[in-house]
């Protein structure tokens, strides 16, 4: 056989095959290099377990389930507790691989070695097994790893590395973006599917997209029939794998070139000045408790991967039946370099943490103070530019939002700008104050002295509750399509349906709904801190009040296109307040000193008079030679009221840019065609739950 040759930094490796092994020369492998990796002549497999006693590298041939050969690691072959062989001769477009482990079984240790298991490597870059949305895994078949060969062109793309408060991000599920046919594109349901829309977000003018789980999962695991309808995992938060894109939102098979489209489409994104975050999952797996499967984890080292009792049952902090052990310094190795792999070969400028709470709890469960983990992402190297977003709580009550440790690098969900907001914008006068402080920047949360602007994540709307529409749609959620009697979902939606539940034909009720989708939709973008949306409440995409479409992969979660010209002015609306709001960074973060003299910030709070809640947000212009002030002004209540403006300067008068009820703007917002819309009385009346804009221009 020829001799192989490294490049290495001290010069060329000259390797040599020492043995033969199932009719394969093989030699000692790369040990720091995890999974599988091709290389001249061969491929580099890397594996570690605590407590396996052997291991064995199952090769199979491309959609067969009988391996062609089993490649034991020679003793020798193991350092510590690592396994790690270059097997030579193997072409990685013919062959796919896995592991069979042996060692002890004891349930109560926490122990489940079985050498009868096929275990998919847990750095796997690419799985198979299920890789056709919506058919089934045979029971016959298990997961296999590819071999990727990361050779794609990323060519001159920029990375726009956009400040968090400078950002507008739109939260949307991979699939249900263009899966309904009103979609329009030529590839439903994929990654391309979202590529061929990202004129449509230029447009609109969203600056990150953060996608919703891409990591490999089977969305057929837990499918089931409910009135004659299949319901699967449509969402993705179950992992089968960390490191392998799903391959189901490809467009067409990428044999050993998996997760090329989604490289094209971040590519893309980065080439329109859009960000890509994902949506990731480390809190547990598809694994499931002690009634679950073992595929992966639990056959490599259980009792390492996963937080267990004394008794080794799961602990659930996830809701999902197992917790993952993350600060475990082997997990958190695996997370870290999960992260390096998608910030590095994937291009992803951000990532949203599920539950990110259960990655600051000890291996007992308990919280910790100063988890390592979290510690280690803040500070890591490679992830210095990249967004860190935490959903600061998790399933077994570890709330966290405004404590979530932080080092000043983490963002989180404000889940209390969410809850607040919603209680406000219905008519909750008592929480003006309360309100005052959300739009501000949760200064009560999180401190700009040392926090900056870019801690606080402000949403009304995600993908786990009620849409913007159905949010003043349903006072009550209507989850009976998920087959549970409608027990399942969040019974603390502060929502209001203005009336009448649901569908109506009633105009009155139809306009109310309207007015206060677009009073969100102002406040939400006047607020410090960074804005998210959820995909299609530009154009009040409805989920007919179901408030948990976790299992509905549907019209129920499929965006319906039609609504896009249904509520044009809508969408028209949200576009001209991202525009406003990206037009004013004194909205957005501190800019500069004014002149007048006038704080960044002032709250005028009502003075028993009215009910009216403004903020006058005051600094310079983008090039800090003039000032700029914005003046919010917010009526939740059912009556108009009476405001009188601030008075900043008897040079300046207040310019109307948004007024959602159409009093003194016909749509809302500025036209082209008509003249400014200057306010020449100091007082002015805001109709019956209403917002204004207002901006100070010379007189």
């Not at 507008?168 to 391309?192: A, D, L, N, Q």
């Not at 057929?220 to 089968?240: E, F």
């Not at 894109?245 to 329109?272: C, I, Q």
């Not at 009073?519 to 960074?530: E, Q």
């Amino acid at each position: 056989m020829n001799p192989i040759f490294l490049n290495s930094p001290s010069g060329q490796i000259h390797m040599k095959p020492m043995d033969e092994i199932s009719g394969f020369q093989v030699r000692p492998g790369f040990y720091e290099l995890n999974g599988a990796m091709a290389i001249p002549g061969g491929v580099n497999f890397t594996v570690h377990s605590t407590g396996a006693v052997s291991c064995e590298l199952l090769l199979f041939h491309r959609a067969e389930n009988t391996p062609y050969a089993a490649i034991p690691f020679p003793e020798r072959y193991r350092i510590g507790d690592v396994y790690s062989m270059i097997v030579f001769g193997l072409d990685i477009k013919d062959f796919e691989y896995a592991y069979r482990l042996d060692g002890p079984y004891d349930k109560e240790k926490g122990l489940l070695f079985d050498k009868k298991n096929i275990l998919l490597d847990i750095y796997a870059k690419a799985v198979t097994g299920q890789s056709v949305w919506g058919v089934p895994k045979k029971k016959d078949v298990f997961y296999k790893a590819r071999v990727v060969q990361d050779n794609f062109d990323w060519g001159a793309e920029p990375f726009p590395q956009i400040p968090m408060e400078d950002l507008v991000i739109y939260e949307m599920h991979v699939r249900g973006f263009t899966k309904h046919e009103s979609s329009g594109v030529s590839c439903p349901g994929t990654f391309s599917g979202i590529m061929e829309k990202i004129p449509y977000l230029k447009d609109l003018g969203i600056t990150a997209v953060e996608l919703m789980p891409i990591f490999e999962f089977d969305e057929m695991k837990d499918s089931r029939m409910v009135d004659g309808k299949q319901v699967v995992d449509y969402w993705g938060y179950n992992p089968v794998s960390f490191f392998a894109p799903n391959t189901s939102y490809a467009g067409k098979p990428e044999y050993n070139r998996e997760g090329n489209e989604l490289k094209t489409l971040v590519r893309a994104l980065h080439d329109n000045g859009i960000e890509c975050f994902l949506d990731v999952v480390f809190n547990h797996t598809a694994e499931g408790n002690e009634y679950g499967p073992c595929f992966s984890f639990k056959g490599f080292d259980n009792n390492v991967y996963y937080m267990l009792t004394p008794d080794g049952y799961y602990y659930n902090f996830s809701g999902c039946g197992n917790t993952m052990n993350c600060n475990h310094p082997v997990v958190q190795q695996l997370i870290v370099s999960a992260l390096r792999y998608w910030a590095s070969a994937y291009h992803v400028d951000g990532f949203r943490f599920d539950l990110a709470s259960i990655l600051g709890r000890n291996q007992d469960g308990s919280p910790m103070s100063s988890p390592p983990l979290l510690q280690q992402l803040a500070f890591d190297p490679v992830l210095k530019n990249v967004k860190l977003i935490a959903e600061a709580w998790d399933a077994g009550g570890l709330y966290q939002v405004g404590s979530f440790p932080s080092w000043n690098r983490w963002a989180e969900w404000n889940g209390r700008y969410r809850d607040d907001m919603r209680d406000y914008l219905k008519g909750g006068l008592e929480l003006s104050q309360t309100a005052a402080c959300r739009i501000t920047g949760s200064a009560d949360l999180y401190d700009p002295a040392s926090r900056g602007s870019h801690a606080s994540v402000n949403f009304l709307n995600c993908h786990d509750g009620f849409t913007l529409w159905d949010m003043y749609s349903y006072s009550q959620k209507h989850n009976e399509a998920n087959g549970w009697c409608n027990l399942d979902g969040s019974d603390d939606n502060r929502s209001w349906n203005c009336g009448a539940e649901g569908d109506t034909s009633d105009e009155a009720v139809l306009g109310l709904r309207k007015k206060l989708a677009r009073n969100a939709v102002t406040v939400l973008l006047m607020s410090r801190g960074t804005p998210m949306f959820l995909a299609g409440d530009e154009f009040l995409n409805t989920q007919y009040g179901n408030n948990n479409a976790y299992c509905q992969d549907n019209e129920i979660s499929w965006l319906d296109w039609s609504f896009l010209e249904k509520n044009r002015d809508h969408f028209s609306y949200t576009k001209h307040m991202i525009a406003f709001r990206k037009a004013h960074d004194v909205i957005r973060k501190p800019s500069g000193v004014c002149s007048l003299g006038l704080p960044n910030i002032k709250v005028i709070p009502p003075d028993g008079s009215t009910h009216v809640l403004a903020v006058l947000y005051s600094g310079r212009n983008r090039t800090d030679t003039a000032d700029d002030l914005v003046c919010l002004a917010v009526n939740v209540y059912w009556e108009p009221q009476a405001f009188l403006l601030p008075m900043v300067s008897k040079s300046l008068k207040w310019k109307l840019e948004a007024d959602t009820a159409g009093t003194y703007l016909k749509d809302h917002m500025p036209s082209s065609h008509e003249p400014p819309c200057l306010i020449s009385s100091p007082q002015i009346t805001l109709e019956s739950r209403s917002v204004l804009v207002f901006t100070a221009v010379p007189a």
